[in-house]
T-cell receptor, first 110, second 112 residues
Framework: GQNIDQPTEMTATEGAIVQINCTYQ??????LFWYQQHAGEAPTFLSY????GLEEKGRFSSFLSRSKGYSYLLLKELQMKDSASYLC???????????FGTGTQLKVEL | NAGVTQTPKFQVLKTGQSMTLQCAQD?????MSWYRQDPGMGLRLIHY???????DQGEVPNGYNVSRSTTEDFPLRLLSAAPSQTSVYFC???????????FGSGTRLTVV
């Protein structure tokens, strides 16, 4: 099976940078996703890492180390609208199975 | 292009009733999945499918049945609803898995 750990809650200040960590244990790793979910809404895709290293997309970056079973999501220039839950998810089974962590609730304050 | 469509958006059932949650996608995606989301538990995989006629169990399959007769549709059936099945249900689909899953807007189910 899979085991995915991420912090339950984080608080950061508008305009700052925040890093959300995710550690995992799994077999048959096919990649790691980060999703954003606002309250009462569906999760939306943020990033995908399958190789070690950093993927940058605007204000969002995601890092992966497969040997350490570790990833992080970096959010820069935080805005109030970034207050949401951030979900780390592992892809296995040749791409047909996506398993989620419990999510990190980020609160952005003035 | 509507994406992933789930119906109904809200439903209240009495214990023991049966119902089907509908999920349809118009993106020609082979991979489809059903999740339930409960406070503090995250998204948990119920059943998934890699194409028409092929389904498999996820993490929490008990109490739920699925079938995949067409590429577009992946309904989730509750045969005898229980209060423990009160949750928000999300359907998701993907072309290959590697390009990410697109989620429907969810069905909020309450079993009393």
């Amino acid at each position: 099976g899979q085991n995915i750990d991420q912090p339950t809650e984080m608080t950061a200040t508008e305009g700052a940078i925040v890093q959300i960590n995710c550690t995992y244990q799994t077999s048959g790793f096919n990649g790691l996703f980060w999703y954003q979910q606002h309250a009462g809404e569906a999760p939306t895709f943020l990033s995908y890492n399958v190789l070690d290293g950093l993927e940058e997309k605007g204000r969002f970056s995601s890092f992966l180390s497969r040997s350490k079973g570790y990833s992080y999501l970096l959010l820069k220039e935080l805005q109030m609208k970034d207050s949401a839950s951030y979900l780390c998810a592992i892809l296995t089974g040749g791409g047909n199975k996506l398993t989620f962590g419990t999510g990190t609730q980020l609160k952005v304050e003035l | 292009n509507a994406g992933v469509t789930q119906t109904p958006k809200f439903q209240v059932l009495k214990t023991g009733q049966s119902m089907t949650l509908q999920c349809a996608q118009d993106m020609n995606h082979e991979y489809m999945s059903w999740y339930r989301q409960d406070p503090g538990m995250g998204l948990r995989l119920i059943h998934y499918s890699v194409g028409a006629g092929i389904t498999d169990q996820g993490e929490v399959p008990n109490g739920y049945n699925v079938s995949r007769s067409t590429t577009e549709d992946f309904p989730l059936r509750l045969l005898s609803a229980a209060p423990s099945q009160t949750s928000v249900y999300f359907c998701a689909s993907s072309y290959s898995g590697y390009n990410g899953y697109t989620f429907g807007s969810g069905t909020r189910l309450t079993v009393v």
